[in-house]
């Protein structure tokens, strides 16, 4: 009997590994480009286990941060790059959003009350009056493309726009001290894992299903393949691109509002040159540029790439003002590698 | 081997999962037509493929004008005077025909581009060929026979000697061919080789000296064609004997059904005038007329995508209007587009996905997309249809011409109970062709299927009804019977014999 069972548990192991590895082998063929970011990221992950200073509870902590902050935008900007469009106000709303929630949390400022908090609103209306900027921005980029404006145009006015505004609000000012709730969210922690890293986890899971299980998500796909056939087949052109550019707008609010918290400030200078590092996070996962291929499974390895690469040159001691040259190799590096990798 | 302009033997070329020439044997000689002939997928674009060097055979040697040729690469094939003439034309729109002619080899005089000579010299080449066509025009003002004809005469001034026509008369009308014939005719009486490749046998008659069938990769015919019969020709290219003819003509089994869609005058700007049409139910319409005359737009009006100036649309005896494609999918209109690549298929996504993007609605959850209804409908799609291979995840790119347009018409079955067909047979191989036919006879139950074909032949075989339009003005509309005229039909339409 106990023979019998330990053959059939034998058998059972061998198909459970042969279904892995031709899982693997097929996933290899299939998808080249989401195993060669994952590659190159586990790569990257164990010779920087080498290096002193990596593995330490402070470091992570901080990676941790990061990778929530470009996290949010890029999973927001890959739903965008796969309608075919492209999102430059990310760093604008960012700053929009992040200025807000402080100037939103000193209302007072206006009366002459300086130095103490006065909420405009409780602290949870608050979070939710930012996104709702967010995604009034993004609203205003996916109407203005989905009529028809280059999305390249659209956004680079926004990003304009939108920084001017931040600017205009708050006079250039930074507003310091904010909210408890914003304090906890942002800063607080499980262990050493802090709370917004869920958050992320939670975007990303129902981002992940939104694309693959809605029409709405499959619209998404076929807008960024080609617009014309999307459209003969009924799906409105407007409607998606509105509800990605929201989507994004939304996201970027609430990274704003995570880095105003974490930083215990409202700032309009945050978020320069974040669309850069957005975009850069979604083409080395693996998004095609010109729409209609991708994914938040692709970008999620492309944010983390970035993010350890910047910490590696830390870690190095590699000069500030050098740091945004390894950026570009590697964006190179992975240009040059989809291409030879890409099916034919 | 002097004999032969250009000569392949034993050609294999193996791609990874399927042969596509086996062991094939083929030459072009000077003063001649020489026509390639098979179904979609028989070999026919790999074997210009090699000739052309854009890829080379896995085995297997050629030799142009005696001389063995090594390398395989454009290139050197059309330095060597190898010139092929695809659908899609290159032309420069913006440049004169002269400069579009001279293009990368501009006759110089001190520096400076000598007008005079280029004008000249195309005149001459132009003239050879009877072309009537000033070499100062530009050429985007060319129609599509005079765009070929001056790729041809391009190729000409750069001394090619082997010419290899890919599918010209799919995207030339009838009248356009007659003027395309003569100066192929002239082009063999110049002492260039010519390869001709085509699905239509009634071409082959006007046009060819010899005649090649490929099948599955191999050649199964090869010879002069006064020697053959039109019959064995069709036999060779499908492998099959021939069974009945497509279907009788005004064979209604099933009955007319109820008024189901009425256009009631309708205008569009200067293109259409005052169209008054009724559509029943379980009929076949055929809507005909020459390039111009206005057909594609009534097809266009009745989906939604171009708005009618003036006019009212009844479906099912409710006044509807249509802004959008999606107020015509709303309202059960399905439009299967002509470009099947630009405007029909999403080429990298797979049948799945293909099939459900206009009826979402159909396989929803209560949020969700229903992955089993979606496998369900899909399925029975494919099924229904004889999708190659059954497989829902495979991308549309690697299926081959026949089986696109399969998907393409099924992705409309489950909403569509009105039809709109833009030529649903172009491109089509014979079999493939009657299979469509069949198909389109087999859905019409419960529906209205109005089909736009560009071959009358076509629309004949497949319809109940025919509609002549000219120059936007409905010129018959009667059903179809046994008396039914083609030449007379032709002549309302507008075509002169």
């Known amino acids: ?344 | 081997m002097q004999d032969h302009l250009c000569e392949l033997k034993g050609i294999y070329k193996e791609y990874a999962a399927t042969t596509a020439l086996k062991n094939v044997d083929f030459h072009v000689d000077g003063k001649e037509i020489c026509a390639l002939l098979g179904k979609n997928g028989a070999g026919k674009s790999t074997l210009i493929k090699i000739i052309s060097g854009v890829i080379s055979p896995t085995k297997g040697e050629m030799y142009f004008k005696g001389k063995q040729v090594k390398a395989f690469n454009t290139k050197n094939a059309f330095e060597q005077g190898i010139s092929v003439l695809y659908q899609e034309l290159h032309l420069f729109p913006n440049l004169t025909v002269k400069e579009n002619m001279f293009a990368g080899r501009l006759p110089m005089k001190n520096g400076i581009v000598n007008y005079e000579r280029m004008k000249e010299e195309a005149q001459k080449i132009l003239e050879s060929l009877h072309i009537k066509i000033d070499p100062d025009t530009s050429a985007e003002q060319l129609s599509t026979v005079e765009k070929q004809l001056v790729s041809v005469a391009t190729a000409i001034s750069r001394k090619a000697e082997l010419f290899v026509f890919d599918e010209p008369s799919s995207i030339l009308s009838m009248k356009e061919l007659r003027v395309f014939y003569k100066s192929i005719r002239k082009l063999k009486e110049m002492g260039k080789g010519i390869i001709y490749v085509t699905h239509s046998l009634e071409e082959i008659q006007v046009i060819a000296d010899r005649v090649v069938v490929l099948r599955d990769g191999m050649k199964v015919v090869d010879d002069l064609l006064k020697n053959m019969k039109m019959e064995d020709i069709e036999t060779s290219i499908t492998g099959k004997r021939k069974k009945d003819k497509v279907r009788k003509i005004g064979n209604a089994i099933i009955k007319k059904g109820k008024l189901k869609v009425e256009l009631k005058n309708i205008w569009f700007r200067s293109v259409l005038e005052d169209i008054n049409l009724k559509f029943y139910e379980n009929m076949v319409y055929c809507i005909y007329g020459l390039e111009g005359s206005g057909k594609k737009i009534l097809g266009k009006i009745l989906f939604g995508d171009l708005k009618p100036t003036k006019g009212k649309i009844k479906i099912d005896g409710k006044l509807i209007r249509l802004k959008s494609p999606s107020d015509g999918i709303h309202n059960g209109v399905g439009y299967m587009v002509d470009e099947r690549a630009n405007e029909g298929l999403l080429l990298n996504k797979s049948i799945s996905d293909n099939i459900i993007l206009p009826c979402f609605e159909k396989v929803k959850g209560k949020i969700f997309l229903d992955s089993k209804k979606i496998d369900k409908l899909v399925y029975k799609r494919i099924d229904e249809i004889g999708i190659f291979p059954p497989k829902a995840s495979i991308m549309v790119n690697e299926l081959s011409g026949g089986n696109q347009q399969k998907v393409l018409l099924g992705k409309w079955l489950e909403i569509g109970f009105i039809l709109v067909l833009v030529d649903p047979t172009r491109g089509l191989d014979i079999e493939t062709n009657r299979k469509v036919i069949d198909l389109i006879r087999k859905f019409r139950k419960g529906r209205v299927i109005i089909v736009i074909p560009s071959e009358i032949e076509d629309g004949l075989a497949m319809s109940d009804w025919i509609v002549i339009l000219h120059d936007g003005k409905v010129m018959k509309n009667e059903e179809i019977t046994a008396k039914t005229n083609k030449r007379e039909l032709l002549k309302l339409a507008g075509l002169e014999f």
């Open chain 1, 1 to 344: 009997m106990r023979i019998i069972f330990f053959k059939k548990s034998c058998i059972s192991f061998k198909v459970f590994l042969g279904k892995f590895t031709k899982n693997f082998k097929m996933s290899f063929r299939e998808k080249p480009l989401l195993f060669l970011s994952y590659f190159i990221l586990g790569s990257l992950f164990i010779w920087m286990c080498g290096i002193p200073g990596f593995l330490t509870v402070e470091n992570l902590y901080i990676l941790l941060h990061r990778i929530v902050h470009l996290g949010l935008v890029s999973i927001g900007m890959t739903l965008v790059i796969i309608t075919g469009g492209i999102d430059l106000s990310v760093g604008s709303i960012l700053a929009l959003t992040c200025s807000l929630t402080g100037y939103f949390q000193h209302w007072g400022t206006w009366y002459g009350y300086i130095g103490q908090g006065s909420f405009i609103a409780p602290e949870p209306v608050i979070l939710l009056m930012i996104l709702g900027v967010g995604g009034l921005v993004g609203m205003l980029n996916g109407f203005a493309s989905g009529i028809g404006i280059p999305d390249f145009a659209v956004t680079l006015g926004t990003m304009i726009g939108i920084r001017g505004a931040a600017y205009a609000i708050t006079g250039g000012m930074k507003t310091f001290g904010l909210g408890p709730m914003t304090n906890n969210i942002a800063k607080g922690s499980i262990g050493n894992v802090p709370y917004v890293f869920f958050v992320l986890v939670m975007v990303l899971i129902f981002i992940s299903v939104f694309e693959r299980k809605t029409a709405m998500g499959k619209s998404i796909y076929a807008i960024g393949e080609n617009p014309r056939v999307a459209k003969l087949s009924g799906i409105s052109y407007l409607k998606t691109k509105m509800m990605v550019y929201i989507i994004s707008g939304i996201l970027v609010g609430m990274a704003g509002w995570i880095l105003a918290g974490r930083l215990d400030t409202g700032d309009p200078k945050v978020g320069v040159g974040l669309e850069l590092d957005a975009i850069a996070a979604v083409i080395i996962g693996g998004t095609n540029l010109y729409g209609g291929f991708g994914g938040v499974e692709y970008t999620i390895p492309g944010v983390l790439i970035i993010v350890l690469a910047r910490n590696l040159m830390v870690l190095y001691g590699v000069s500030s003002n050098v740091r945004l040259i390894g950026i570009a190799l590697l964006l190179l590096v992975f240009l040059i590698l989809q291409r030879l990798f890409r099916r034919k």
